[in-house]
């Protein structure tokens, strides 16, 4: 693999630094296509989901809870307690 230049490197120092803001803001996208979503892609929207929280260290029972509850308002509730912290 070669090495990256000073200015790649920059871009991925910042990509991982703003990791966590666009997380949220996928998350709050997600949200509100949740609401519109029915069948298959609603199911696959709820993977994305789980997976968007674990990567921002929502403890797992909490994940496993509100993805099995398939509810779209636990879900902006947890967003809303996310984005108070950050």
Partial sequence: MAE????QQSIVKNYYENLDTALLQR???QVTDLYLAEGKKRA?????IEKSLVKLGVPKT????V????DARQLATL???LLAKD
């Fill in 4 to 7: 990256l230049t000073k200015y």
């Fill in 27 to 29: 998350l709050g996208e």
């Fill in 44 to 48: 696959k929207l709820w993977e994305t």
């Fill in 79 to 81: 967003l809303q307690e």
């Fill in 62 to 65: 909490r994940v496993s809870h």
């Fill in 67 to 70: 993805v099995k509850s398939d």
